[in-house]
């Protein structure tokens, strides 16, 4: 008997209540067979009516059976548990950590090959077999395995949620909606699920639509990024010869300058020298003469005396030059002075084309715009040093050294003639245009007004009156490129007074206007 045993399939030996191998096993009087555990306590629930079924066939007995253990059964159980320890599965069949468990199995639990949603637990491979053979099983809901089975339990009633209430947006059991939820819109989970699956296919069209336009942009960004840095490869390729330009042709005047000098110097000397020469034999040949002097006068012949004087009193024509006809070589300090000039110049044009330069570096927003800064700290990434030009300045405005802050006075200041100067009103232009994204903040006192103007803004009539907001410290913020002008009262915050949003068609520049004498605006220091 043993020996067939071995031969039969495990699963007819299983308890249709637990699933498991019979454990005490006894037979009802229809003929099916449980655990003993099992049916006494499936009986023991049906006490109160005093009808008990077999929970395969349903088949009713009065009164309740005495049960007695089957011993065959036992034992044919025991045969089979002992062949079943001979051919236990591989280690690969077990669950093991991040696996779902079959619920059924005893001791060392298999992997789950399926999740029951209507019996709510896990089953084996094994333990799974009556689902394929068990007419009521068969109609189960059965997925792929699950630890979140216990989450189709009704935490209030225990029992499984079939049901989908749309008023409050949550699965129900069947008694919530006769209870709780009596009188909502309820549908069956399955309806609510087909419903929002479709909702699901929009919505993953909408992100799969996305996610295109998204590797577009990723593209664009790539392409972007890629034709930034060739070029500002050959920015930097032609700013170096540019810049090796400008010193060989600085280095080749500075040669030519010191060649020019030297030779000048060498002329001028030669000359220099060989005046000098004949002055000196020339002084040679006078203190010669005056020593024959010196002694004529003192002969006492005086026939000697009368006819040697004639002679030596005859000065040979003379190679003197007054101290009047040479002239101090000062042209080479002119060279330096001009020199000078140069370097000044220079040094203003460089520091005006600098900042434009700088500007147009700095506007790294030309694919992917920033937002307007919101606080002083994120202002002060935009400060820029800016100066004021003489040559627009009114005559009645002084600047200091630096050209950062102007005053207004009562006497006319010795500014030379320009086409750039403002006449009508005490009103002054910074040197640097503006452009791409600035900051810069101005502190002032009397009447002032603060400005911001293109370069060919009217000098000469009142159109020309500048507008400004009232504080007196005000910071100015400036998106060229974004049309963007925003003056603001600076103090522990920053408050909005003015803001302007236009299209910006020239480079900007600073101005001040003011109408009071003793009146003062000055660019402030941004550290």
């Known amino acids: 008997m043993a020996q067939r045993g071995t031969q039969l399939d495990s699963s007819k030996f299983c308890c249709s209540i637990c699933l498991d191998l019979l454990k005490d096993p006894v037979t009802v009087p229809c003929g099916h067979s449980y655990c003993m555990s099992c049916i006494q306590s499936c009986w023991d629930g049906e006490d109160q009516r005093r009808i ?62 399926k999740s029951c949603l209507v019996c709510l637990v896990s089953y084996c491979q094994q333990h799974l077999q009556p689902h394929y053979e ?46 709780e939820h009596k009188g909502h819109d309820t549908v069956s989970a399955a309806a609510e699920r087909t419903k929002r699956q479709k909702e699901l296919g929009e919505n993953r069209k909408k992100i799969q639509q996305r996610i295109q336009d998204r590797e577009k942009d990723v593209k664009v960004l790539q392409q972007e990024v890629e034709a930034i840095n060739c070029s500002a490869d050959k920015a930097v390729e032609d700013s170096e010869e540019i810049f090796t330009q400008l010193i060989r042709l600085v280095e080749k005047r500075r040669s030519d300058v010191k060649k020019q000098i030297r030779s000048q110097q060498k002329g001028e000397a030669s000359r220099a020298e060989e005046v000098q020469e004949k002055l000196k034999q020339e002084i040679a040949e006078l203190r010669r003469k005056d020593a024959e002097l010196e002694q004529l006068s003192h002969t006492e012949d005086h026939i000697y005396f009368l006819h040697s004087y004639p002679s030596l009193s005859r000065l040979s024509e003379s190679t003197h030059f007054p101290s009047t006809d040479i002239h101090h070589l000062t042209h080479f300090q002119d060279v330096t002075a001009a020199l000078t000039e140069l370097r000044n110049k220079l040094q203003d044009l460089l520091s005006e084309e600098w900042t434009k330069i700088s500007l147009t570096v700095t506007e790294p927003d030309v694919l992917l715009p920033q937002p307007e800064p919101k606080t002083r700290a994120e202002f002060l990434r935009y400060s820029c040093q800016i100066t004021l030009d003489p040559n627009t300045a009114n005559n009645y405005l002084a600047l200091s050294k630096g050209n950062r802050k102007v005053t207004s006075s009562r006497e006319q200041q010795s500014y030379s003639g320009h086409p750039d100067r403002f006449t009508n009103f005490c009103q002054v232009l910074s040197r640097e245009s503006l452009t791409g994204r600035c900051y810069w903040e101005v502190e002032w006192r009397g009447e002032v007004s603060i400005a911001v103007a293109y370069q060919d803004v009217c000098r000469t009539r009142n159109e020309s009156l500048f507008g400004g907001p009232v504080a007196y410290r005000v910071g100015v913020y400036l998106d060229h490129r974004a049309g963007i002008l925003s003056f603001y009262s600076v103090s522990e915050t920053m408050t909005l007074l003015h803001r302007v949003q236009t299209t910006f068609s020239q480079p900007l520049h600073a101005g001040f206007g003011l109408y009071w004498t003793g009146s003062s605006a000055e660019f402030c220091e941004l550290k």
């Open 52 to 113: 008990y079924s077999c929970p395969q066939c349903r088949e009713t007995f009065t009164p309740r059976p005495v049960l007695v253990k089957n011993t065959m059964l036992a034992e044919l159980v025991e045969e089979l548990k002992k062949t079943e320890l001979q051919a236990a599965p591989p280690d690969g069949c077990y669950a093991g950590p991040g696996d779902v468990a079959c619920d059924v199995c005893t001791g060392r639990k298999l992997k789950a090959l």
């Open 134 to 179: 068990v007419v009521q099983l068969k109609k189960h809901k059965l997925v792929e395995p699950t630890v979140k089975l216990q989450e189709n339990l009704c935490s209030c009633h225990d029992e499984v949620m079939k049901i989908f209430c749309r008023s409050d947006q949550q699965c129900i059991c069947y008694l919530c909606a006769m209870d």
